[in-house]
C-alpha cells in the first residue's frame, strides 16, 4: 500500500488559507504569515490588495513614527490600506490620508473603522504631485512605492529609485510644504544620500535616521528631517 506523503511546508502554504485568502499570487503568502504584526486587528475585517499587502508599514512601526506626530496635524502622502493612517489618527491632531488609487482608499476607510478611526481621518483620492500646492500640515509622511518587493535585489538602493518620482524630487515638493518631513524607505537605501538632502536643504535641517525591526529582523529605515530647536540652537551658537 502506497505510503502517505507528507507535504512540505511550501505546499502546505500554496494550499493554505493565505492563498484563499489572499487570492494572489504565492510570493504575497509571506506577507499573510506576517499578517498580525501588519494588523494587530487582522481578523476583525481587515481588507488588503496585492500591493498593500507588501507595502503597509508593521503596525509597531507605525505606532512609533505616528508617536513621533503627536498633537500635530499630518498628511499622510502615500496612504495605501491605511496602515500609517490608523496610527496617526489615534494620536494626532488630524489626518489627511492621499492615495492615488480609490480601491485603496476605500481599503484605508474600512480598515480605519475596525480599528475605531473611521471619523478622525479626511481621505482624498488622488495624486499628491498634483495636490501638494493646494497642501497644509505641519508634517508630511512620505512611503512611496519602493518599485515593488524586488527593491531588496540591489545593494544599494538610490533615491532616484522612488516612485512616482525619484526621492529628490519628492523631497523637494514636500519642503514646499513644511521642513517637517518624514520617509519611510528601504533598509539598503543609501544613506549618503538623505545626509545629502538634509544639508543641502536651506536652511539646513535636522536629521535623525531609525532603523525600524520586527521580531528583531530589520524591516525599513525612518528619516526623520526637521527644523529641530536643537539644531537651531547649534546654529545660534556657532554665529555666536
Ligand atoms: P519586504 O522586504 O518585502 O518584506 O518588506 P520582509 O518580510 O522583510 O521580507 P524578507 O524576505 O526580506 O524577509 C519589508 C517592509 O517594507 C514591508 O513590511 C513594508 O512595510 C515595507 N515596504 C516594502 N515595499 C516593497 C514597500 C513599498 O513599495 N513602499 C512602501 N512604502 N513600503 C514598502
Ligand atoms: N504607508 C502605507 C503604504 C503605502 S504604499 C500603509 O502603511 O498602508 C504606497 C502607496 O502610494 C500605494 O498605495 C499607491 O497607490 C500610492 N501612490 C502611488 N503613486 C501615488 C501618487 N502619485 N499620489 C498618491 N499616492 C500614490
Redesign the pocket.
Known amino acids: 500500500m502506497a505510503r502517505k506523503r507528507k507535504r512540505s511546508r511550501l505546499e502546505k502554504a500554496i494550499n493554505s488559507p493565505a492563498e484563499k485568502e489572499h487570492g494572489t499570487s504565492p510570493n504575497l503568502t509571506k506577507y499573510w504569515f506576517q499578517r498580525y504584526d501588519l494588523f494587530s486587528k487582522y481578523d476583525q475585517g481587515i481588507e488588503m490588495d496585492e500591493?498593500?499587502w507588501y507595502?503597509?508599514?508593521p503596525e509597531a512601526i507605525?505606532v512609533k513614527q505616528a508617536e513621533r506626530c503627536r498633537g500635530k496635524v499630518v498628511i499622510d502622502?502615500?496612504?495605501?490600506?491605511?496602515?500609517?493612517t490608523i496610527q496617526f489618527a489615534k494620536v494626532c491632531a488630524s489626518v489627511i490620508a492621499?492615495?492615488?488609487?480609490p480601491a485603496?482608499v476605500e481599503m484605508a476607510i474600512n480598515n480605519a473603522m475596525v480599528y475605531g478611526v473611521g471619523d478622525r481621518v479626511d481621505y482624498v483620492v488622488g495624486?499628491?504631485?498634483h495636490l501638494a500646492p493646494s497642501l497644509k500640515g505641519d508634517v508630511l509622511f512620505l512611503?512611496?512605492?519602493w518599485g515593488g518587493p524586488m527593491y531588496n535585489k540591489v545593494e544599494s538602493y538610490t533615491l532616484d529609485m522612488l516612485?512616482?518620482k525619484d526621492g529628490y524630487s519628492l523631497f523637494q515638493i514636500a519642503q514646499s510644504i513644511t521642513p517637517n518631513i518624514i520617509m519611510?524607505l528601504p533598509r539598503n537605501v543609501d544613506l549618503a544620500q538623505l545626509e545629502e538632502l538634509a544639508w543641502l536643504s536651506s536652511p539646513p535641517l535636522n536629521l535623525e535616521i531609525e532603523e525600524n525591526c520586527v521580531g528583531g529582523k530589520i524591516k525599513a529605515i525612518t528619516a526623520y528631517f526637521s527644523c529641530s530647536a536643537v539644531y537651531l540652537e547649534k546654529i545660534r551658537t556657532i554665529i555666536a
Request: some cysteine; aromatic content about 10%.
Open positions: 500591493e498593500g507595502s503597509v508599514t507605525a502622502c502615500f496612504s495605501g490600506v491605511g496602515g500609517n492621499i492615495d492615488i488609487d485603496k495624486d499628491f504631485i512611503s512611496p512605492p516612485q512616482p519611510f
